[in-house]
């Protein structure tokens, strides 16, 4: 059994204009130590699953249904009271802006202190050791003077570094990284995205990290997920997506990438926008967007605008597109008339 | 620190220039002081050598100069009325007005802080929407008139005959809405205490503390809406924020990330127009102290302008800025200590 | 509105579209607060049609009908729907008169306010330097002693200066201009706030770089992008200056008795109000309060729908 376990997920945001599904279908597993990228554009659900991997989503957001297991235990029906001595203890969170994730009026001792004494019960003094310990390991100059520091008084990359050391305070199974580098200095994304996998591999953490770096993505992680409004559409080893990405919006996100195109000319760029979810087109939510269909005959498949495609097997991927199951199609039928 | 309190004194010493120009400027355009002395029947040869003798006639600076002068000695002048130094009149009057707005600032903070909370922490329970309606009902009615339902209610009393009196469901109603009115409402009753031999309190006896009572209710009935909503308002805005998201995250218990996280936050805010809203509380100390007689410095300030009283008039005037002055720098000094991001240098990190 | 041009839907059509009027149509609360100002400022003003008498004519007074109950109470007179004051004038006639000189005057003081107060925060917000140093401290300084306190300072000193019979005649006028005077501070600030925020959008920008004066900019340009949060204030201020003005009336410092505010109705009944003539106070205190309720919670309404954004503080 894996150690985390996501089964036909569904979240819905209760709007006075009605409900609109932020998230469905969604499923995927984490082994210990193994590292989970999901990607897609913003508002693509990224960020709700995330949030609700934890029941963290703030209201109107609900899970409507399936379930998130985590060893065994179902965590989207379990009391707040059990919640709590999960999050931040066995599962813990990495935000995206660490200008507005770290309380400002309150020190940095105070806020590492606080998260260790709410899991275990630990004298002051140990708890600071193991505070001192944590920031020496995320390599911030001086550890011992910021115990005392309050937020303002680090810079944009130190709180990052701060944060991940509360992340591993309590030496946990799975670390959920929500865009941890995005607002970051472009110098020192990598910096901490390199130590985050270091501090990752060396305690066997399991990580899952979000973000619409592709480029990340293939240098830390082992499988990756890719979204679209709302819905997996692709997802399997991650060296396998990057390298034959089978999805028409996967294919259109990696040859976005400016290292695909050729120096001089325009950069590939998928056209159109992601729609609302409160509006979305029917069938498969790509096909306004969507390359292959014009290009035979001009005209989409009937079933590209009629269905939600379902997921075929693909190698050791699975994707959600009409397209590839035709193709697939077509190819098995060849193999068996040969 | 040191660099802050200079600051501070600096700008309350500008402000003091300010009021105690306009004040004076008030006394020199205001009734003629010789008139005052000496009455009607003297003839105008004599009046102006007097002018002259009290220095009436020199140069506006010159005159503001010796007013200045004096004023920081503790001289503003006679009460016309008392017949005494103005200040000696003030501080006759000062405790009871500094007891009854302790009396409830100390309702304020009981009651602002615990309701402001739940409803921001739970904004559509049936609780939460009632103290909502009946804050917004506080702040529509003015204090003074607060005051005289108070008073009708709980000091006159009120005989309710509106169910039918046959039935004994219509007396039980009608008796249920009736009130007694046995509470005090004129001045500060028999019940002071004297402490230090000056200092008169209502806080020392029973009879005391029913005396303040209404008074301070009704004084507090304009700022209780006011902070309540005020720190829910803040409060809902916090609740939003990243850091209290993380703080769940982390799994600390939702109390530590209401009244730690969230509410240090909240406070801040809360305490800068806190800092302004004691201005307003003295100005409804004056309405407060006419409707219950309290003797205070507002009933002092209303007689004397009644009385033409100039030099009483200026002399509460001056008195009100130096509190003004004093208390602003007070909230100031504590959003420092609250706020870690404001260094007491002076200038923001 | 009788020359629309053809090209344009029209105002009303437009207003009809809007998110107010949907928000409007669903809210039973404003609607009914709506309804009640109104009404009440409707009565108001025409109170010499609909009042049954008029309690500014000493003739209509009767004396010996002095504090008579109003009608649901034994010893009620069926002249006097609502009973009469202590000087045996009609009580429903004075509250209609008097609900009509407190409209008066918070409509006129709101006037100067947001005349002064958009001028001054126009000023400080777009030409910013010493003008906005200056303004702004000149706010600060007259907000730290609270409106209500320089309105009865302001009161106090021009009673004394000019003695209460010319106060008393002037009365409106000298309560405006007081009360407009005290509180533009809340003006500037918002308008300032809201013109530093529109200040560096591009469209100034480009205004300025096609040769407009800043004059022009301000008025045609910047101000009408400040206008739904001076709005929103102004329901606010509105009844403000209603209580201030019942505040001031209250103190003596207000409209005199002869020509009453709701303010010094209930001045002038409160000392009435020991020997069981409860009415004459509490009558027209409780019109005051569901006329500022009613425009309280029509603010409220508007905030939630505009949501601007306000200065805090």
């Known amino acids: ?338 | 620190m040191i660099a802050f309190l200079v600051k501070r004194l600096m700008h309350a010493v500008l402000v003091m220039f300010v009021i105690s120009l306009l004040a004076f400027a008030i006394q020199d355009n205001l009734g003629d002081p010789i008139q005052q002395m000496v009455g009607q029947s003297v003839p105008e040869s004599e009046r102006e050598e007097l002018r002259e003798r009290f220095g009436l006639n020199d140069p506006f600076l010159v005159q503001y100069t010796r007013f200045a002068k004096n004023a920081l000695q503790g001289d503003f002048g006679y009460s016309y009325f008392y017949r005494e130094p103005a200040l000696d009149v003030i501080a006759r009057h000062l405790p009871a007005t500094l007891e009854l707005v302790f009396a409830s600032t100390f309702i304020i903070v009981l009651f602002s802080v615990p309701i402001g909370v739940y409803s921001a922490i739970k904004p559509r329970s049936p609780i939460s929407r009632f103290f909502m309606g009946i804050s917004i009902i506080g702040i529509s009615i003015p204090v003074f008139l607060t005051a005289i339902v108070l008073i009708q209610i709980f000091s006159i009393g009120l005989t309710i005959t509106f169910f039918p009196e046959g039935t004994a469901w219509g007396s039980w109603l009608n008796s249920f809405f009736s009130t007694q009115g046995n509470m005090p409402s004129f001045g500060r009753g028999g019940g002071t205490v004297e402490m230090f031999g000056y200092w008169e309190t209502n806080f020392a006896s029973w009879n005391g503390l029913r005396n303040i009572v209404l008074p301070a209710v009704s004084l507090a009935s304009i700022m209780l809406p006011l902070f309540i909503r005020l720190i829910r308002a803040e409060m809902m805005e916090v609740l939003q924020s990243d850091y209290v998201k993380y703080a769940r995250a982390k799994g600390i218990s939702m109390r530590r990330v209401y009244f730690v996280h969230a509410l240090k936050n909240t406070m801040l805010p809360v305490i800068t127009v806190g800092g302004v809203q004691i201005g307003t509380m003295v100005a409804y100390t004056i309405l407060t102290e006419t409707v219950f007689q309290w003797p205070g410095m507002g009933l002092m300030f209303l007689d004397a302008i009644n009385r033409a009283d100039i030099p009483l008039i200026i002399t509460y005037l001056m008195i009100v800025g130096v509190i003004f002055v004093i208390t602003n720098t007070l909230v100031d000094l504590i959003y420092g200590l609250v706020n870690p991001t404001v260094k007491l240098t002076g200038k923001p990190a | 509105m009788t020359t629309t041009t053809p090209s344009v839907p029209g105002r009303w059509q437009r207003f009809r579209d809007s998110y107010l009027w949907y928000s409007f149509k669903r809210d039973y609360t404003a609607q009914l607060c709506f309804a009640i100002f109104v009404c009440l400022v409707f009565a108001a003003f025409s109170a010499p049609l609909l009042a049954p008498t008029n309690p500014y004519d000493l003739a209509q007074i009767d004396i010996l009908a002095s504090e008579l109950p109003p009608f649901w109470i034994d010893g009620a007179d069926a002249n006097y729907t609502l009973g009469t004051d202590a000087q045996g004038r009609d009580l429903l006639s004075v509250i209609l008169y008097g609900t009509r000189v407190s409209l008066l005057i918070g409509f006129g003081a709101v006037a100067l306010q947001a005349l002064l107060g958009v001028t001054f925060g126009l000023m400080a917000g777009y030409l910013g330097g010493r003008v906005d140093a200056f303004l702004m401290r000149l706010a600060d300084i007259q907000l730290s002693f609270s409106t209500l306190m320089v309105a009865i300072v302001v009161g106090a000193v021009v009673k004394a200066s000019f003695g209460s019979s010319f106060y008393s005649s002037y009365a409106v006028l000298m309560l405006v201009l007081i009360i407009g005077l005290a509180e533009w501070p809340q003006y500037a600030r918002t308008v300032r706030a809201s013109v530093l925020a529109e200040k560096n959008k591009e469209y100034v920008d480009a205004a300025r770089v096609m040769g407009l004066r800043s004059k022009r900019i301000m008025f045609r340009h910047v101000l009408p992008n400040t206008l739904s949060p001076i709005f929103v204030i102004s329901t606010v201020q509105i009844a403000n200056a209603i209580i201030s003005e019942a505040a001031l009336s209250f103190l003596g410092l207000g409209m005199p008795e002869t020509h009453p505010s709701l303010g010094s109705l209930i001045k002038s009944g409160f000392d009435y109000i020991q020997s069981g003539s409860w009415w004459i106070t509490l009558i027209p205190g409780a019109v005051l309060v569901v006329l500022v309720l009613s425009i309280n919670l029509l603010g409220d309404w508007l905030r939630d729908v505009m949501n601007p954004r306000l200065y805090k503080g």
């Open chain 1, 1 to 338: 059994m894996a150690l985390l376990e996501v089964t036909n997920l569904d979240v819905r945001f209760g709007l006075r204009q009605g409900e609109v599904r932020a998230l469905r279908d969604v499923n995927f597993t984490l082994e210990r130590g193994e590292r989970l990228g999901i990607v897609g554009e913003s508002g693509a659900g990224k960020s709700v699953a995330a949030f609700s991997l934890l029941n963290l989503i703030a209201k109107p957001g609900f899970i409507a249904g399936g379930s998130i297991s985590f060893e065994g235990k179902t965590l989207n029906t379990m009391s707040e009271r059990g919640l709590r001595k999960v999050r931040g203890n066995r599962i813990s969170m990495i935000f995206q802006d660490p200008m507005m994730t770290l309380n400002p009026v309150l020190s940095i001792g105070e806020q590492m202190v606080e998260c260790l004494k709410a899991h275990r019960r630990i004298s002051s003094k140990e708890a600071s050791a193991i505070c001192l310990d944590k920031l020496r390991q995320v390599q911030i100059p001086s550890p011992e003077t910021r115990l005392d520091q309050y937020p303002h008084e680090l810079s944009g990359g130190m709180r990052q570094r701060v944060i991940i050391a509360i992340a591993l305070l309590l030496d946990p199974d799975i670390i959920i990284a929500d865009e941890p580098t995005t607002a970051l200095d472009v110098t020192i994304q990598a910096e901490i995205m390199a130590l985050l996998l270091e501090l990752c591999e060396q305690h066997n953490v399991g990580l899952i990290l979000i973000t619409h770096d592709l480029g990340v993505v293939s240098q830390v992680t082992q499988r990756m997920l890719v979204m679209y409004a709302g819905r997996v559409i692709e997802q399997g080893p991650t060296r396998e997506i990057i390298n034959d990405p089978q999805h028409p919006y996967t294919q259109g996100l990696i040859n976005a990438l400016p290292q695909m195109a050729t120096p001089g000319e325009r950069l590939n760029q998928i056209r159109g926008s992601m729609p609302s979810l409160s509006n979305l087109p029917s069938g498969c939510a790509f096909h306004p967007r969507c390359n292959f269909i014009n290009r035979a005959d001009g005209k989409p498949r009937p079933a590209c605008i009629e269905q939600v495609p379902g997921f075929v097997e693909s190698g050791n991927c699975r994707v959600a597109c009409h397209m590839v199951a035709e193709m697939l199609e077509d190819r098995r039928l060849k193999e068996e008339t040969s």
